[in-house]
């Protein structure tokens, strides 16, 4: 049975990764960890938490003699790197916790993995360590023509995307001069369920909920390319098992939204949802100072990955926006748990 590590499988789009690999993979053994940070939410995995195949292991991937040892112990095939600060806005109030786990966790995680990697070639065995990235690494577009290539210089503008930018470098550094199997991945914006509300799209959709202010930074003109999460977890899932050794795919839906065009949309699909007069949520968008060193459009160029690998997006973005509309008015739960804090006060329990 092959072991596979995924890091960060109690976040947004890991716990996505980890539901489809736990039940589409049963020959597979998957692993999550997670130091589960404010970001890190065991319900996010409920339905698979008892499976066979499938075991949670709390930590923090910056602890060097705790990863060494899960590395000795468990003896990986494979590790799917998600765990990361992930959020704009907090990068910008407290870089270093970017630097600490998007940085030094991502070397320590090579390291364990290039001793792990340096045993498999004696034994004549396969190992990959798989980084998932941003498209944010590339910087902001400011010509409307142009897109994120896989080969578009890095230009990271917040302190978030200079972590990343700065793990993705050490990741294929580690291929050059180790030898060791890495594939880089670099996604455009997320969303569907179990996505933090600290993020745009289930803010909004809590703030509406609500009846609270939605708000836009600066006037909304910034856009985004978003695209529906199951749709990423897909594409891991072949870069993982195709994608070619030492390679970056970029990920992405062509589905570029203007903040300010994108949140009335979703004002419109919870007005109907909720029974509301069409524009009641519209009137609670609010204009508010516009975040620090903003940057304008990200694009994804996708060509590759569909091309070379095959793969496609399961749904339109209509699609995608209304089903996830629908997980969170059917788990308002969830969200009044994740808004409050108190799934972590649950998890702090069972788990110290
Ligand atoms: P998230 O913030 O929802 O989840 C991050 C997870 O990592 C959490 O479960 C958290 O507990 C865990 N974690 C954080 N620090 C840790 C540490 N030191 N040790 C162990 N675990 C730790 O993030 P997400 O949105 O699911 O993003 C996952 C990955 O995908 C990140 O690497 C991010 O950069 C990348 N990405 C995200 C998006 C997006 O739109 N959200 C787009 C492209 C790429
Ligand atoms: P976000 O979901 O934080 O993702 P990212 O910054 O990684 O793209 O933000 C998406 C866009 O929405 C971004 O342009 C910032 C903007 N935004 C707001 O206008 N208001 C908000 O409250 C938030 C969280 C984001």
């Keep these: 049975m092959k072991k596979i590590l995924i890091t960060g499988g109690a976040g947004f789009i890991g716990s996505h990764v980890i539901r489809l690999f736990v039940n589409k993979y049963p020959e597979y053994h998957i692993f999550n960890l997670d130091a589960l940070t404010y970001a890190g939410n065991l319900a996010n995995l409920e339905d698979v ?5 499938y075991t949670f292991v709390k930590g923090d991937i910056t602890d060097e003699t705790f990863i060494n ?15 990361a600060e992930s959020h704009v806005d907090r990068s910008i109030h407290d870089p270093m916790a970017f630097v600490k786990t998007n940085v ?7 390291n364990a993995s290039r001793k792990l990697f340096a045993q498999k070639q004696k034994e004549n065995k396969s190992f990959l360590f798989y980084h998932v990235s941003t498209d944010e690494v590339y ?3 400011h ?26 470098h050490f990741v294929r550094a ?8 890495v594939v880089v991945s670099n996604c ?14 289930p803010l909004c959709i809590q703030n509406i909920r609500m009846g609270k202010p939605l708000p836009i930074y600066g006037k909304g003109e910034n856009v985004r390319d978003w695209l529906f999460v199951i749709d990423h977890a897909r594409a891991i899932d072949v870069i993982f098992h195709k994608g070619k050794i030492g390679e970056t795919y ?7 939204w203007k903040n300010i065009d994108l949140v009335r949309l979703l004002c419109d699909i919870m007005d109907k949802k909720l029974g509301n007069e069409i524009g009641t949520s519209q009137k609670l968008i609010t204009f508010v100072t516009d975040r620090a060193g903003h940057d304008l459009r990200y694009a994804i160029d996708a060509t590759k990955l569909r091309t070379e690998l095959g793969w496609e997006p399961s749904v339109t973005f209509e699609q995608g926006l209304e089903k996830t509309v629908d997980w969170y008015l059917h788990n308002q739960i969830w969200l009044d748990n994740v808004t409050s804090g108190a799934y972590q006060e649950y998890y702090e329990k069972q788990y110290s």
């Excluded at 970029?250 to 570029?256: C, H, P």
């Design 49 to 53: 938490a008892q499976a066979k195949n």
């Design 69 to 83: 040892e899960l590395f000795e112990k468990n003896q990986f095939d494979g590790v799917i790197h998600l765990a």
């Design 104 to 110: 030094i966790g991502t070397v320590t995680l090579l």
């Design 139 to 141: 910087g902001s577009l």
């Design 143 to 168: 010509n409307e023509n142009e897109f994120f290539v896989e080969t578009t210089a890095y230009d990271p503008q917040s302190p978030y995307s200079a972590s990343k930018a700065s793990s993705d």
């Design 174 to 181: 580690y291929q050059n001069t180790y030898k060791m199997p």
């Design 188 to 201: 455009s914006n997320n969303y569907g369920s179990h996505h933090f509300p600290e993020k745009l799209i």
């Design 250 to 256: 970029n990920i992405g839906g062509i589905n570029e």
